[in-house]
């Protein structure tokens, strides 16, 4: 398997959206984990949401609440932007191969097996 690249990163004022994607089609299991992280500049990498993919279930980095959404098909995983402020600038990472049969989803990385390179999200005030 080729190493997936995440896509719709880009470069936005404060205020605007981005969505973005990643090819997950192989990890599209009912008893897995999936979820974006984020690196912001001289910060460690740490979880910002996740999903579990059997009940939909999600949860979210405070600062994200009310402003991101993370949501799947089949064969993408996206992660919705909406109100973005400076602050949220950094790498964002997809991941993905987290085996929860217990149904929770946790944000450690080393619960993730699949990783993307990451996206760029610069926002300006």
């Known amino acids: 398997q080729a190493r997936p690249v995440e896509s719709g990163g880009g470069s936005v004022q404060s205020g605007g959206s981005l969505r973005l994607n990643c090819d997950v089609a192989e990890y599209s299991k009912s008893d897995y984990c999936m979820g974006w992280f984020f690196q912001p500049p001289r910060k460690e990498r740490e979880s910002v949401a996740t999903?579990?993919?059997?009940?939909?279930t999600t949860s979210y980095v405070d600062s994200a609440q009310g402003r991101f959404s993370i949501s799947q098909d089949r064969g993408t995983l996206y992660l919705q932007l909406n109100n973005l402020q400076p602050e949220d600038t950094a790498m964002y990472y997809c991941?993905?191969?987290?085996?929860?049969?217990?149904?929770?989803?946790?944000?450690?990385?080393?619960?993730?097996?699949?990783w993307g390179q990451g996206t760029q999200v610069t926002v300006s005030s």
């Open positions: 999903i579990y993919i059997r009940d939909g």
């Open positions: 991941a993905a191969d987290n085996w929860s049969p217990a149904g929770a989803c946790y944000d450690l990385e080393s619960d993730y097996n699949y």
